[in-house]
């Protein structure tokens, strides 16, 4: 039996984490330990993940949040090792870039413990964004790296990580996984478009959440101005996150379109299911939005998911206005179309399993 001792603490690792976490039960020959760092803390922001794909409840639950990155992580830190100390598992798995994603990474890899990385290899060659130094450093420590696509292959292989002593392998996306198995589910528990009064088809759906837009006055007014531009024409539906929520306050930047609270995992591909097209800067909502054929704004200059912008299924804006309308304008009329496969199929967090149960 293997054991690994997982770390988790957003939302997209949840999501990543319902995948895997259910391989894991099927395949029999790993127990895992989870242990959520307490990074999101909100009902909608974590509980409501647990509930709805029935995540297994945390082994460890910390309460790390809401500080400066440098505290956050060093807290992280302290709490991880000694739940490695007393578990003693074979590997410690992460999910994705976050501060609980390095934090995971560093505690092990200074126990000596190997460390099992799902989405290596993902660049945005933006080092002003917390999220690539954290994948940078967790793929140098990793003994298996699980990439997503070819280009996260290809990144590693550039990087010279791609080393014999390690796997590197392609599995495939496991958000793609969770996708495929709840996509039923939602679209059949979900009343968000009830609730909220959406015409399905004709509305866009929209988040922001990175640092690089909220955190920056300009960006961010940017964003809003376009997204209250659109909503003079279109219905425009926004699940704010509470760093969004906390920046627009402070700057009193005034949105004028259909604003809830973060939503669920069902109601969130209810609302991707149905709606015209995607306005985003989540890595996730960028694929998920090519799960169900439709179009992506990308609200970044630049992507790690290069490979939905060169197949033309999304388009980078930035924080351009002018772009960000004239790309919905194009789009709006355009028949989703690709026929490439760029995030396996449906079957990453099996493949995942059995490189882990293999020790
Ligand atoms: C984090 C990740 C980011 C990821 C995102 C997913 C890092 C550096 N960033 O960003 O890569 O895309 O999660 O959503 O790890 N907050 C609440 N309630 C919550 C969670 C957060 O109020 O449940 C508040 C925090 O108090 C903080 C702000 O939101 O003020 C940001 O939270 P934080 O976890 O620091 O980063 P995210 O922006 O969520
Ligand atoms: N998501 C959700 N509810 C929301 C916003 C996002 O369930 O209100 C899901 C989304 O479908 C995707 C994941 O959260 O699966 C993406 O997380 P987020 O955008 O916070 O982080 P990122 O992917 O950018 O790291």
Redesign the pocket.
């Known amino acids: 039996m293997t054991k690994i001792l997982t770390v988790i603490g ?3 690792q949840f999501i990543k984490a319902a995948a895997v976490s259910r391989a894991i039960q099927e395949n029999g020959s790993i127990r895992e330990v989870l242990l959520h760092t307490g ?4 009902d909608v ?2 509980d409501i993940f647990f509930r709805e794909m029935h995540i297994p409840k945390p082994d460890y639950h910390f309460s790390i ?2 500080s400066t ?1 440098a505290t ?1 992580t060093a807290q992280m830190l302290e709490g991880i090792e000694s739940a490695i100390i007393k578990e003693k598992p074979d590997y410690v798995l992460v999910y ?5 994603t390095l934090a995971g990474a560093l505690a092990a890899s200074k126990l000596h413990v190997p460390v099992a990385h799902v989405e290596a290899g993902l660049r945005s060659f933006n080092m002003d964004m ?2 690539e130094v ?1 994948r940078i450093l967790t793929d140098r420590i990793s003994t298996k790296l699980f990439c997503p696509t070819d280009t996260a292959i290809h990144n590693l292989e550039h990087e010279g990580l791609a080393t014999p002593d390690k796997i590197v392998v392609k599995t495939g996306d496991v958000m793609y996984d969770a996708a495929l198995y709840y996509a039923k589910q939602a679209h059949d528990k979900s009343t968000i478009h009830e609730s909220l009064k959406l015409k399905k088809g004709e509305y866009l759906l929209v988040t922001v ?3 690089e837009n ?1 955190d920056d006055k300009r960006r961010l007014s940017a964003i809003v101005d376009a997204i209250n531009t659109l909503s003079k024409r279109y219905q425009v539906v926004l699940p704010l ?3 969004t929520k ?1 920046m627009l306050e402070q700057y009193s930047l005034p949105l004028n379109c259909i604003v809830t609270e973060p939503v669920g995992y069902f109601d969130m591909i209810a609302l991707i299911q149905d709606c015209m097209m995607v306005l985003t800067d ?2 996730g909502l960028q694929k998920e939005a090519y799960f169900f054929h439709k179009y992506c704004i990308t609200l970044r200059d630049q992507t790690e998911w290069v490979e939905l912008m060169k197949g033309g299924c999304s388009v980078i804006a930035g924080t351009n206005k002018e772009l960000i309308l004239e790309s919905v304008a194009t789009m709006c009329d355009k028949e989703f179309h690709n026929g490439s496969v760029f995030y396996g199929d449906g079957h990453a967090s099996q493949v995942i399993c059995n490189y882990l149960s293999a020790k």
């Not at 994705?96 to 609980?100: A, E, K, L, V």
Request: glycine fraction near 6%.
């Open positions: 957003t939302r997209p990074q999101h803390y909100d922001m974590s949040n809401n990155h956050m994705g870039d976050t501060n609980s917390p999220e954290n959440h990175r640092a909220t996150h509470p760093r906390k989540s890595g």
